[in-house]
């Protein structure tokens, strides 16, 4: 989960400021430029880095977005079969119960 969130927050890094990073690319001798933008420019350069080590090509949200959908759809899966246990977990403790107590009278 943290790293579909990271990476989303990169994905938007690196379309933030991707028109910064290409004005620069398109005219690196333009040292006033790069100066003034040269925050911009590092956070793009390292957010596309980071990405760069987990996928061959920058991901698009509709496809971070279905991987948390499927997550999500897990994740509710997997409560209702644990409130399922629980509940049966209980009900077996309420019979233990009743039968240590019933076992101590006799």
């Keep these: 989960m943290q790293l579909l969130s990271d990476t989303m927050e990169q994905v938007h890094t690196v379309k933030q400021y991707r028109a910064y990073y290409k004005e620069y690319k398109a005219n690196p001798s333009n040292k006033a430029f790069f100066e003034e933008y040269k925050a911009e420019i590092t956070r793009y350069e390292m957010a596309l880095a980071k990405l760069k080590k987990f996928y ?7 496809y971070i977005l279905d991987k948390l959908n499927k997550l999500q ?6 409560m209702q079969e644990y409130s399922s246990t629980k ?4 009900e077996l ?14």
């Design 87 to 90: 509940s049966t977990m209980d």
């Design 93 to 106: 403790y309420q019979i233990r119960k009743t039968l240590e107590s019933t076992w101590v009278r006799r």
């Design 73 to 78: 759809e897990k994740k509710n899966t997997l």
């Design 56 to 62: 061959s090509r920058l991901p698009d949200f509709k």
